[in-house]
C-alpha cells in the first residue's frame, strides 16, 4: 500500500503564490508518476501537472502552463507543486495522485490518492 500526504494549501489573495506538496510513503516503485489533480465543487476533477518520477517529464495542464511548476525529490519522495500568479479560477481541493503511466491525464490513470489541501484565491 501506499500513503500520500498532501500539505501547503491555504487563502491567498490573486496574483500571489503558494505551493503544495505530496509525500509518498509505503510501497512506492522507482517507476511511477505523479500527478496534480484539482477539484471545484460541482465539477470534475481535473489534471493540474504530472511528473514522471523517474525521468522527470512533466506535464501540464492549458490553463496553468507558465504559472505553475511541478517537481520532485526522489530522495524525499515528496512532489511539489509551485504555483505563481494565481486567479480566482485556481481554487478547489488540490488532490495528488500515483500511478503508473505518463503523463497519466486522467484520474483513471492514477491507483493512490492523498486526503486533498485547500487552495482558495481571492480576488
Known amino acids: 500500500q501506499v500513503q500520500l500526504v498532501e500539505s501547503g494549501g491555504g487563502l491567498v489573495q490573486a496574483g500571489g503564490s503558494l505551493r503544495v506538496s505530496c509525500s509518498a510513503s509505503?510501497?512506492?516503485?522507482?517507476?511511477?508518476?505523479m500527478g496534480w489533480f484539482r477539484q471545484a465543487p460541482g465539477k470534475q476533477r481535473d489534471v493540474v501537472a504530472t511528473?514522471?518520477?523517474?525521468?522527470?517529464?512533466?506535464y501540464y495542464a492549458d490553463s496553468v502552463k507558465g504559472r505553475f511548476t511541478i517537481s520532485r525529490d526522489n530522495a524525499k519522495s515528496t512532489v511539489y507543486l509551485q504555483m505563481n500568479s494565481l486567479k480566482p479560477e485556481d481554487t478547489a481541493v488540490y488532490y495528488c495522485?500515483?500511478?503508473?503511466?505518463?503523463?497519466?491525464?486522467?484520474?483513471?490513470?492514477?491507483?493512490?490518492w492523498g486526503q486533498g489541501t485547500q487552495v482558495t484565491v481571492s480576488s
Open positions: 495522485g500515483m500511478g503508473p503511466w505518463f503523463p497519466g491525464g486522467s484520474p483513471r490513470d492514477y491507483d493512490y
Open positions: 509505503g510501497r512506492t516503485s522507482s517507476r511511477y508518476t
Open positions: 511528473i514522471n518520477a523517474s525521468d522527470g517529464r512533466t
